[in-house]
């Protein structure tokens, strides 16, 4: 079942108060059917995605190719028989916008294209002029990399599905490297930033409908400086507002996208959260390690490989880093686990597959909760029959 044109999604739940959930599925098995269920279950609006680094045509690090995980994708879909989601490019990242890596970068945008993807995030965040003079000087080299990257998706995407008013991919653009710290502590975007940012993109007649933001986040799992894990609280609610605000303020119907949710209470979510304002949250990793979670109780031989993999692999580094306990450096570097165990990960029997499945379910359902996203399928469903597509 193929996903739809993302902007359906964000442009039916703008304003509605909810967060659209998007999942870095890095394991597929058991992972997949498992949002797919809880989504189908609750009727909530659902982004499958992953990233640059942990997909592209080499496989990235979870070796997956944007094709091999857009068929997955669409087959689960299938077997759910769930409708209203969308295949998004997360951090589709631009890290020197020099000629040669804006080519790369186009190419793989082509590559997803193919493979079926409606939703793209173009992250040239990383290029940040601290010589400028102004907000614009300090971003023009983000601004002029986003707007050609999303050309290029424009004109890939009109080829591919006709210029028929509607058939609009989504767009999320990111301003303010998420989780980048200075002496200071974590570096925000600030409200007039992000408006002068999107004033920018939309001068260069490019539209996004989501805007990711550095709003005291960190992707992944986190841990305190012994090197135990903490919970995600550091998000900055109010200067989420504000960039809202700022956004709403210029008349630009963007709203903003929250990356880096993992470890973040359910509580803190639901009551705290400014849904609306927050149109999509990104949940990546915990998907990651409710999968490790299950086979370190179901296939413990996977598990012990798996992670001695990683600690003779990375532990040098990640001491040198400062790391202190071996369970951050596997909640950190476990991540480049997936792509050495591919064969066994994907060739896991049917009892443990539906373990991870079930226990994906049961957790997602808490997060569309937590969202306030249940029955907003049934509004992207009414959105596109309103616009007669
Ligand atoms: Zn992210």
Known sequence: M???????????????GCIIMACNTRIAPGTMKGLFRAAKDSDSALILELAKSECDVNGGYTGLTPKKLSELACKYAAEVGFEEWALHADHTAVKKGTPEELEEVKKLLSVCIDAGYTSFAMDASHLFNFQ?????????????????????IKKEYTKKYGAKEGKEFGLEVEVGEIGRKNTGGMILTKPEEAAAYIKALNKNNVFPQVLAIANGSTHGNIYDKEGKPIEQVTIDIPQTKKVAKALRKIESYVRIAQHGITGTPLKFIKELFPH???IKGNVGTFWQNLFWEVIEKEK??????????????????????????????????????????????????????????????EEALK?????????????????VESIGV
């Open 2 to 16: 193929k996903p739809m044109h993302g902007a359906y999604l964000f442009k039916a739940l703008k304003d509605k």
């Open 132 to 152: 400028g003079k102004n907000v614009e000087e300090e971003l023009a080299d983000n601004i002029r990399c986003t707007t050609e990257c999303a050309n290029h």
């Open 276 to 278: 609306g304002d927050i």
């Open 300 to 361: 413990p031989e996977l598990y012990q490989d798996a992670y001695n993999w990683v600690m003779k692999t990375y532990k040098d580094e990640a001491v040198k880093k400062g790391m202190k306990s071996d369970v951050e450096i596997w909640g950190t570097y476990g991540k480049f686990a997936t792509k050495q165990f591919f064969e066994r990960i994907y060739d896991l029997d049917k009892n443990t597959i539906k373990k991870i499945e079930n226990k994906t379910c």
């Open 367 to 383: 997060f569309f909760d937590a969202f306030k996203a249940k029955g907003s399928a049934k509004i992207v469903r009414e959105y």
